[in-house]
């Protein structure tokens, strides 16, 4: 088979496309009907509606952030260890709203019209980068369990060096193990799969089957 | 308004056959066509004042739709792959294809360029849309050399697939 051969079946593809005047009110969205549809808003592309859940998602957090200010606020210091470990985590939470405020100047970044590398790979870094900020909100594990902690507690029974400490080391050493391990490379962990959800997982997976996929393409 | 909304459509009226082709080689179903095709014209009206006036319309348009599809095709990749070879005869074809050797060879070239990853298939799209080299690499954003290496590479590989294929 000649390269002639394949642009000639190319071309008559073109042709067929021509004479059955294809682009027609009932096969096809391109036609003034759709276009005002679209010009309401009701299409969103995908990436739009990424950015608005995202938009919702600091919201949200704003108001957890408020919550647990108002609620060490309240305490007056009159447990340090409940303040602490409400601020320590209200620090977190602001951390997770500074990523996802990222991911929207970056989605707002993205930007269609530059080379189909450049986008394609923005768009698989943004799909991977919510892996890192995952790993980093594991770190405030252990401050869910030290909020009831009192130093009177801790001097006066025993419960609380066979029970409660144990507990919070243990999810201390589980943080710190899970931080360095939720990454792009252990990706393909069972164990990871399992935490990130099937769906989340599938998406990193193929953002970093692709970000492989166009470093390859780039080498030729 | 008015008036961009009318030079926009005449735009894109006068390129239809670029975003009919590039759906039908990244979408195997018709609703996943229409839905291709809304959101690559969204992009592109959205998108009109990124468009350079010292590039030409059409390349830039490819830039955008190509962009929209691959990304498009990821998403529904899944959906895709479970989508049957029968099912993938799509409305088109059966509207303008008489049974004849040209309807089974586009047939089979279709099916072989959709069996392409996604950049192998922007590239040989813009090759066979007659792009120049220059113009591909500016457009995919690799060097000329690259494009000429890997065009050649991957009509060797739709040569041979449709040969095996006849055979």
């Known amino acids: 088979m000649e390269d002639i051969e394949l642009k000639n079946m190319w071309k008559a593809y073109e042709q067929k496309i021509d004479e059955a005047k294809i682009l027609n009110l009932q096969s096809w969205a391109v036609n003034i009907k759709t276009f005002e549809y679209l010009q309401t808003h009701k299409a969103q592309s995908k990436l739009k509606s990424l950015s608005i859940f995202k938009r919702w998602a600091v919201v949200l957090g704003i108001l957890w952030v408020v919550f647990l200010a108002v609620l060490a606020y309240g305490n007056h210091f009159l447990n340090p260890y409940f303040t602490i470990s409400v601020i320590i985590l209200m620090l977190f939470s602001i951390i997770a709203i500074a990523i996802y405020i990222k991911h929207i100047l970056l989605i707002q970044q993205i930007n269609y019209s530059e080379s189909i590398i450049d986008v394609q790979k923005k768009l698989a870094e943004l799909q991977s980068s919510t892996i890192n900020g995952l790993r980093i909100l594991w770190l405030q594990l252990p401050f869910y369990t030290t909020f009831f902690w009192s130093t009177k507690w801790m001097m006066s029974d025993i419960k609380f060096w066979l029970i409660a400490f144990p507990i919070t080391l243990f999810f201390t050493l589980l943080a710190i193990w899970l931080y360095k391990n939720i990454t792009l490379k252990n990706v393909n962990k069972k164990w990871l799969k399992i935490l990130l959800g099937n769906k989340e997982w599938t998406s990193i997976i193929k953002a970093k089957e692709y970000m492989n996929e166009i470093e390859e393409f780039k080498r030729g | ?167």
């Open chain 2, 1 to 167: 308004m008015q008036q961009g909304k009318d030079d926009f459509l005449k735009l894109i009226s006068e390129n239809k056959g670029i975003i009919i082709k590039i759906c039908n080689s990244y979408c195997n179903n018709k609703t996943d066509r229409e839905d291709l095709a809304q959101e690559i014209i969204y992009t592109l009206w959205k998108g009109g004042k990124t468009f350079n006036s010292d590039f030409k319309f059409s390349t830039w348009m490819y830039r955008v739709a190509l962009n929209v599809a691959i990304s498009f095709y990821r998403v529904n990749k899944k959906l895709k792959n479970n989508i049957s070879l029968t099912e993938t005869d799509i409305e088109i074809e059966d509207k303008i294809f008489d049974a004849t050797t040209s309807e089974e060879n586009l047939n089979l070239l279709q099916q072989k360029i959709a069996a392409l990853k996604e950049l192998d298939k922007a590239l040989i799209i813009l090759y066979f849309e007659e792009k120049s080299y220059k113009e591909i690499a500016e457009i995919i954003g690799i060097t000329e050399t690259n494009v000429a290496t890997k065009v050649s590479r991957i009509k060797e590989r739709l040569k041979q697939d449709i040969t095996n294929a006849k055979k």
